[in-house]
């Protein structure tokens, strides 16, 4: 819950960035990509509004040179809940940049209905749909028609139907006799986008969950968030990160992203804002940073999560900070966790001074149109 302090973290960060090195001495150059995460949040009255900002949000964030924006989804709040649907409009507004889903909550989820909309978003995009899933919030079972359940298992059945789906399997075939074709007709999801399959990210939130989306042949999203009491958040991730990759069975090259919140401040009046929001995520968690009428989450028993760390301070501190970090040497992208409650001004201040003052640093340099 504190920031992540150098000496803390050198041990395990030297391992790190060693096998990094490793990697990019035998041939494999190493460019970190980076990414944003936005709540695409509103206060109550305000979604129109919202809306629009979020696109503007990616819209400059392409022309800064950031590899992929992510949303997240969130039902029954002052979040965006439609992700595809948002990410079809950014799409229309953009060219170049990745247009990803950090997360939908597979559980709430029709997996047949979800891979008809994430065909047609990734067809209109261009093929620049980044599709994470997870199991999400829970809370809800009645209003979607379930017996109360964890989420887990099914999430995982919906999945399966779900990536059938997107790679043009077979669903099933017509059984009623009455119906506009005939019976036994096969049913297939259409559109289908032939790369997407390529394009689908898991959330995991601990080693064994890590090391389960490696044997299913996803790619890793890593968040801000880790079940249970952990000592060392970047140490836990760095491992998780090895259990998954050890586990992989794709057969396309294992990909990793990790969520960090990165609040270079490049003025003394941000070094007190920054200063102030670790504060209350030190202090509510979750809760933290909300836009005017989002509901409250309850408090959750202090050793069921653990939240990461603010990287927050002078940006040399901050890159001193995520040097550190022995996850960010095996990962592949740094996906940087904006403030829900910050407005857009504030937000794309943020993505800016991100992009000149630290993940240069990081090994990213800017994208280029394709």
Same mark, same amino acid.
């Given at each position: ?5 150098v ?17 990019t ?19 109550s @009255?305000h =979604?129109?509004e919202?809306?629009?900002d979020?696109?503007? #949000?990616?819209r400059?964030?392409e +022309?800064l !040179? /950031? $590899?992929?924006g992510?949303?997240y ?10 992700p ?5 409009a950014?799409a ?7 247009l990803?889903?950090a ?5 709430y989820?029709?997996?047949v ?5 994430? @065909?047609? =978003?990734d ?7 980044? #599709?994470?899933?997870?199991?999400? +919030?829970? !809370? /809800? $079972?009645h ?11 099914q999430?995982q059945?919906r999945?399966a139907?779900?990536l059938?789906g997107?790679r ?8 009623d006799?009455a ?14 986008s032939?790369?997407?399959p390529d394009?689908?990210w898991?959330g ?7 090391e ?8 890793l999203?890593?968040s801000?968030?880790?079940h249970?009491q952990?000592?060392d ?9 090895e ?12 990909r990793?992203?990790i ?6 401040a490049?003025s ?10 670790d504060?209350?995520r ?6 933290a940073?909300?836009?005017e009428?989002?509901l ?23 890159v ?7 996850s ?9 966790f904006?403030p829900?409650?910050f407005g857009?001004?504030?937000?794309l201040?943020?993505?800016e ?18």
């Amino acid at each position: 819950m504190t920031t992540v302090a150098v000496n803390d973290t050198a041990a395990t960060a030297t391992a790190a960035t060693a096998t990094a090195a490793t990697a990019t001495a035998a041939g494999e150059a190493r460019r970190l990509r980076l990414g944003f995460n936005s709540r695409i949040a509103f206060p109550s @009255g305000h =979604a129109a509004e919202g809306l629009r900002d979020g696109i503007e #949000l990616f819209r400059v964030a392409e +022309q800064l !040179g /950031y $590899d992929t924006g992510w949303v997240y989804q969130r039902h029954f709040d002052n979040y965006l809940a439609s992700p595809l649907v948002f990410h079809a409009a950014v799409a229309q507004h953009t060219e170049r940049i990745g247009l990803g889903t950090a997360i939908i909550g597979a559980r709430y989820e029709d997996p047949v209905l979800l891979a008809e909309a994430a @065909g047609t =978003a990734d067809l209109l995009s261009g093929g620049r749909l980044q #599709l994470g899933l997870g199991t999400g +919030q829970g !809370g /809800y $079972d009645h209003i979607f028609g379930q017996e109360p359940n964890d989420g887990r298992d099914q999430s995982q059945a919906r999945l399966a139907t779900f990536l059938r789906g997107i790679r043009g399997e077979k669903l099933g075939e017509v059984t009623d006799p009455a119906g506009l074709v005939a019976a036994g007709t096969g049913l297939f999801a259409r559109p289908t986008s032939p790369t997407l399959p390529d394009r689908v990210w898991y959330g995991g939130g601990s080693v064994a969950s890590a090391e389960r989306v490696g044997r299913q042949g996803l790619r890793l999203l890593l968040s801000t968030i880790l079940h249970g009491q952990i000592d060392d958040y970047g140490a836990e991730l760095a491992r998780a990160v090895e259990a998954y990759r050890a586990a992989y069975t794709g057969t396309s090259p294992s990909r990793v992203a990790i969520a960090r919140s990165v609040l270079p401040a490049t003025s003394p009046e941000l070094a007190r804002v920054y200063a102030a929001y670790d504060e209350e995520r030190r202090t509510h968690g979750p809760a933290a940073s909300r836009p005017e009428g989002a509901l409250t989450p309850v408090a959750a028993p202090p050793a069921r999560f653990t939240m990461s760390p603010v990287h927050h301070g002078a940006p040399s501190a901050v890159v001193d900070q995520l040097l550190a970090d022995p996850s960010l040497a095996v990962s592949d992208e740094l996906i940087a966790f904006l403030p829900p409650a910050f407005g857009l001004r504030d937000n794309l201040r943020l993505l800016e001074d991100i992009a000149e003052t630290v993940a240069p640093h990081l090994g990213w340099a800017p994208a280029t149109p394709s």
